[in-house]
């Protein structure tokens, strides 16, 4: 029997981290087949527009300082591989977050239990209000970096959990959006502080995964004979290169979770404090079963 990880409930800095990795090593197996049945097209599709977009990129791109069509010998190709990359990444990274929340849903909900066919659904009705409050995420965030560096840090702590909260308050895009910015009163500097480390920690584990493309780019330059010569970088894009790179955005993209997952629990905590929702559902728990 699995122990059941009550999510309802305050957390203090650590145990939001220490939690987040323990309910991925408790919940690794069904959590990832749930993600497979339901992302798992759209995944295969973000990998098969990453490798193409690496194969034209590599194929279009020139160091030939000679050439009149410097640096890129046809605009449009790449730009049509780039947009097909971006589509196939926004539809895999909208249901991967899709369905890791709603699974995290489904989870509390019925204690450890987890409904794949309800969540499923869940995920389909919710499609557009997701993708648009991601698109929203992602606008305030973009806005926030072109200001100035200190707006990113106010804007990361709300957008982190406005998507938590469209799954688990039911709301729509726009009441989510401004719910987040309620949330984080009185607890903004620990919320940030606790995405500041998990994200440090992804950060280190994405660079040591990227470290076998990096030392194969660097061999097939000569970087370590000595003799880096730029004409090599006409060849770069061959067959392990592009499995490489594939197989590095993979692990990568999929460290994603752990993000999503920490930041269900940063959503409960701060719900917690501010509502007293958890705490609430069990004293009318503990009182119905007295009767």
Excluded at 86 to 93: E, F, N, R, T
Aim: glycine fraction near 4%.
């Amino acid at each position: 029997m699995k122990k059941f990880i009550e999510l309802k409930k305050q957390r203090e800095f650590g145990d939001i981290l220490a939690d987040t990795f323990a309910f991925l090593r408790s919940e690794f197996k069904p959590l990832l087949k749930t993600i497979t049945n339901i992302a798992g097209p759209y995944i295969v599709l973000f990998l098969i527009a990453l490798v193409f977009y690496i194969y034209i990129v590599g194929d279009q791109f020139s160091f030939d300082l000679n050439s009149d069509v410097f640096p890129y010998q046809n605009p449009l190709a790449m730009v049509a591989a780039y947009l097909l990359y971006l589509v196939a990444a926004i539809l895999a990274y909208t249901f991967t977050t899709s369905a890791t929340l709603f699974y995290i849903k489904s989870y509390t909900d019925n204690q450890g239990q987890v409904d794949v066919n309800e969540i499923k659904q869940n995920v389909n009705k919710t499609f557009w209000s997701f993708l648009g409050l991601s698109f929203l995420k992602g606008l305030t965030l973009f806005v926030a970096v072109l200001i100035c560096c200190l707006p990113v840090f106010y804007a990361i702590v709300p957008m982190a959990i406005v998507l938590p909260i469209l799954v688990f308050k039911s709301m729509n895009a726009t009441d989510a959006y401004s719910e987040g910015f309620t949330l984080i009163k009185d607890e903004f500097w620990i919320t940030l502080a606790t995405l500041i480390v998990l994200y440090i920690i992804i950060s280190v584990i994405g660079s040591i995964i990227a470290v076998p493309t990096v030392i194969y780019t660097w061999l097939k330059m000569g970087v370590f004979s000595g003799e880096v010569d730029p004409s090599n970088l006409d060849s770069l894009v061959d067959p392990v290169y592009i499995f490489l790179n594939v197989l590095s955005s993979f692990f990568q993209y999929a460290l994603n979770i752990v993000v999503v997952v920490g930041s269900a629990f940063i959503y409960f905590n701060l719900n917690e404090r501010k509502h007293f929702s958890g705490t609430l559902e069990r004293i009318n728990t503990l009182g119905n079963s007295d009767n």
